[in-house]
């Protein structure tokens, strides 16, 4: 979710109207009933639905059961689906029953982050007005069951505990047995260290992992590196965002991440400056805010919403392969673009048109 500066006179509903409450339209979001349309049970179509899930994380259960949450719709504080195969989707419900009362504004509750954690499944969330240097925070919601109804656990540090500003887009990481939260949007991505119950932050421990106009981080461990997948350019203008994904990589949790070109990605400071994984094309347009999760096969899928497609304005939810070159760099999709079909999940094969 991105954060502006010069946004802050827009209101919180007219934006999570557009960005997400929008693309429901008539249907709503109870199924996708996009990927189910075509009888091979060897592929998938992109985009996956459901309508309106933005910035979208997902959670994978002991039975094999595929839980996605999304930002705040017009219609649901963190919309909930599930799936069997990470394709199609049942809309469940909201995570959250109203909003949270640790801010008296008009913040609206974006960027989720699922994980399962101490016993429990975890919510940490972005809560923040739009464009706002407002002291926006993360906070936490728990439960017992992936489908909720989760609790709200208030903040688990703001802007002014911290220091670097826009403290959303939360991504939850356990590190030889530390927990740590990684966030950032356009003023620098950074990570801070939680004490053993994920419930609060540990002060002095905050560190650097990129610079500005990025945000969504998000970490991967494979190939004996950490991967940082974050979204850079513009979100949230339909046809005309500029969104797309860029990755860097450290053999330390904590960085340097460099890309491609040997940069550091604490150097970089303007959009679409460092080495793209996913790029819009005319029939998607602005891919980002990505999380990934891995299959019984060992592969890796990126999980992300494109702001538009060819035919329909407003955010929706779609899934790619993740595959690794010779070099152990993330190849994504079709070689960098959105599929428009693909091998489904678990089916051991890739291909992608």
Request: glycine letters at 12%; one cysteine or more.
């Amino acid at each position: 979710m991105a954060e502006w500066r010069g946004c802050n006179t827009v209101s919180r509903r007219s934006v999570l109207q557009t960005i997400g409450g929008s693309a429901l339209g008539a249907a709503g979001i109870r199924t996708s009933g996009l990927a189910a349309g075509d009888p091979n049970p060897n592929h998938y179509h992109n985009p996956t639905g459901p309508f309106g899930f933005g910035d979208a994380t997902v959670v994978r259960t002991a039975d094999g059961t595929y839980y996605v949450y999304g930002t705040e719709t017009s219609e649901d504080v963190i919309p909930i689906a599930r799936s069997s195969d990470l394709v199609n989707w049942t809309y469940i419900g909201a995570a959250l029953q109203s909003q949270p009362d640790w801010r008296n504004d008009d913040a609206g509750v974006w960027a989720p982050d699922i994980s399962y954690y101490d016993g429990e499944y975890r919510i940490y969330y972005s809560y923040s007005e739009w464009g706002s240097t407002n002291n926006p925070g993360i906070g936490l919601a728990t439960s017992d069951t992936p489908d909720g109804p989760f609790t709200d656990q208030g903040p688990v540090f703001r802007e002014n505990d911290l220091g670097p500003t826009n403290c959303i887009d939360a991504d939850f990481n356990v590190i030889d047995g530390t927990p740590y939260l990684i966030w950032g949007s356009w003023y620098g991505i950074y990570g801070v260290e939680l004490t053993e119950d994920g419930r609060e932050y540990v002060p002095g421990t905050t560190f650097q992992l990129a610079g500005d106009r990025r945000e969504g981080g998000m970490i991967l461990a494979e190939n004996g590196y950490y991967y940082l997948f974050y979204s850079t350019g513009h979100c949230c203008q339909g046809y005309d965002s500029t969104y797309g994904v860029e990755v860097g990589r450290s053999e330390s949790f904590f960085g340097p991440y460099y890309n491609q070109n040997g940069t550091d990605l604490r150097e970089l400071n303007e959009h679409h400056s460092g080495v793209a994984v996913l790029s819009g094309t005319n029939q998607f347009i602005g891919p980002g805010h990505n999380t990934a999760i891995q299959d019984d096969d060992g592969d890796w899928w990126m999980v992300y919403h494109v702001e538009a497609t060819e035919s329909r304005e407003g955010r929706i939810l779609m899934v790619d392969r993740i595959r690794w070159d010779s070099n152990d760099w993330p190849v994504v999709a079709c070689n960098g673009v959105p599929s428009t079909q693909s091998s489904m999940p678990h089916s051991g094969i890739y291909y992608c048109r």
